[in-house]
């Protein structure tokens, strides 16, 4: 499976007409000047899913991905989202375990329900995770993110067939929305430490999984950080929400 991609987190950001409009742009300028096609992943907010999956529908390289998801597939859960919805209006990714969802309340045990539903369901998951700017001065950056891995590293993994469909994302907190991009050099250290932790479970299949970076990506960034051997791709909130910056970022591979 190949495994560059980019994906757009539009977070808690846009209206409808304004998520429609981000996305046509988007589609329109990636199919006219876009050399090196590579997949793109688009996140916008739930009541926008169905809207921006018909919009992007035709354009072949373009997925559709949930925030989050809930862990059980339905019942009384009132403000939350199922995997067979998320389905239903066209989606085929999730993002799990984004560090700001971490600080709600989404706990190691709880996202490992939830990576499993969404698994279920075909979902792909784009499994985040990351440490905070404390967690690295302490020099905890590697113990946190095996932490955060424990499952993934564990007997109990997802057989070699659906964890390889899953994308991880590198997001070290500290670089989240503050402008403050990881060095090409820590992003690659981080990285490369992910795929090692992978191989030792699952051998020659870890060159196969997806690691994507994300954390204040921009068109100035994405080149030399796409360039390390084991980042694949980014996972962008700010600049996706311009259309023109997240094209130049798709540019970089
Ligand atoms: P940012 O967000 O690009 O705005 O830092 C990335 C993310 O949170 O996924």
């Given at each position: 499976m190949a495994r560059k991609l980019l994906a757009a987190n539009w977070k808690m950001n846009l209206t409808l007409i304004e998520a429609q409009g981000l996305t046509s742009e988007i589609v329109s300028i990636y199919q006219t000047e876009i050399q090196k096609p590579i997949p793109i992943i688009l996140a916008p907010p739930f009541p926008f899913l169905h809207a921006v999956h018909h919009l992007a529908?035709?354009?072949?390289r373009f997925q559709i991905a949930a925030q989050t998801v809930h862990?059980?597939?339905?019942?009384?859960?009132?403000?939350s989202v199922s995997a067979p919805m998320l389905v239903s209006v066209g989606c085929s990714a999730v993002i799990i375990g984004h560090s700001e969802c971490r600080q709600a309340g989404d706990t190691d045990e709880l996202l490992v329900r939830k990576v499993k539903i969404a698994l279920q369901h075909k979902l792909r998951p784009i499994f985040c995770i990351g440490e905070t700017l404390t967690q690295r001065e302490n020099n905890q950056t590697f113990s946190v993110i095996e932490k955060q891995l424990s499952w993934f590293l564990s007997?109990?993994?997802?057989?070699d067939n659906e964890f390889q469909q899953i994308i991880f994302a590198y997001e070290p907190v500290w670089a989240i929305g503050t402008g403050k991009t990881a060095t090409p050099e820590q992003a690659q250290e981080v990285h490369a430490w992910i795929r090692e932790k992978f191989t030792s479970v699952l051998g020659a299949l870890a060159s196969q999984i997806t690691i994507l970076y994300g954390g204040s990506v921009t068109p100035q960034t994405a080149k030399d950080l796409f360039k390390?051997?084991?980042?694949?791709g980014g996972l962008i909130?700010?600049?996706?929400?311009k259309a023109r910056d997240f094209i130049e970022i798709a540019k970089s591979f």
């Open positions: 529908k035709d354009a072949p862990h059980e597939p339905k019942g009384a859960f009132t403000g007997d109990s993994r997802p057989p390390q051997p084991d980042i694949d909130g700010g600049a996706s929400l």
